[in-house]
């Protein structure tokens, strides 16, 4: 486990983009496992901006996303199939064919899972994987108490989740109350995990994460058993850490 320490969000975009942008340059077909939320958005325009100077090519790489929202499809802003076209896919060079998200459409939840297994199963292996966290822990929609077995899953969403992405919707209760996500053991079978927190509402719960007893409480906490994952969190986010 390799944690690195930056003085605030920006840095930690710049490291993480240093990483992401190696595994590019090192191996131009990389699968890449790709994250939602506002942790990443620094990280992709500064890939987009290595890409526009043409320093990256994203022409061979195949991407696949965590998780998506049950009920919503990629022409809904919120989904996040619109949120990956907005702030990476539709800026570099990446053929859309090649990115992959989980059909929030598809009603059929054990299809939607078999599905999005099939997928990930025929990229061969995830190279590396980008991964921010949710307040209660969460990774993907890997929420408190998901089984750590799976490969892809359909979760319900706990209400400290629903309460935190509300703030994406109009109210409340247009936040969907399912998702489908990338289950704990494809995200463990990554061969690199690169994982991001950053801001003091998350001190707490990264510190157990890291430090704390592996639990499926914390789904994140398993992470610790990863043999090749690296923590980019800055100041703020590392503060209740030990000493
Ligand atoms: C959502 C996503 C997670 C993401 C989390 C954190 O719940 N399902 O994959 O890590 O949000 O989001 P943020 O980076 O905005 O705190």
């Known amino acids: 486990m390799q944690i690195i320490r930056t003085k605030d969000y920006e840095e930690m ?15 131009p077909d990389s699968v890449i496992g790709l994250a939602t939320g506002s942790s990443p958005i620094g990280l992709y325009n500064i890939l987009v901006e290595r890409y526009e100077k043409g320093d990256l090519d994203f022409s061979r790489i195949r991407t696949v996303n965590l998780d998506e929202y049950k009920g919503l499809g990629g022409d809904h802003p919120q989904s996040y199939r619109y949120f990956m076209n907005k702030y990476l896919f539709s800026r570099i060079n990446i053929p859309i064919e090649n990115t992959h998200v989980p059909d929030g459409l598809e009603k059929d939840s054990e299809k939607a899972v078999a599905d999005y297994i099939k997928i990930i199963r025929s990229l061969g292996g995830i190279d590396l994987q980008l991964l921010g966290m949710g307040n209660n822990g969460h990774i993907g929609f890997n929420e408190p108490g998901t089984p750590l077995e799976l490969e892809v899953a359909c979760t319900t969403l706990t209400d400290s989740t629903i309460e935190a992405n509300k703030r994406f919707f109009d109210k409340k209760e247009d936040v969907p109350r399912q998702a489908y996500t990338m289950g704990i053991k494809t995200i463990m079978h990554a061969k690199k995990i690169l994982f991001i927190v950053s801001g003091e509402k998350k001190a707490e719960v990264v510190a157990k994460a890291f ?14 058993l990863h043999n090749n994952i690296t923590i980019i969190g800055d100041e703020a986010a590392f503060s209740k850490f030990p000493v």
């Open 13 to 27: 975009s710049r490291k993480a983009a240093n990483i992401v942008s190696a595994q590019i340059i090192a191996k």
């Open 211 to 224: 430090f704390g007893p592996v639990t499926p409480d914390i789904p994140a906490s398993i992470l610790q």
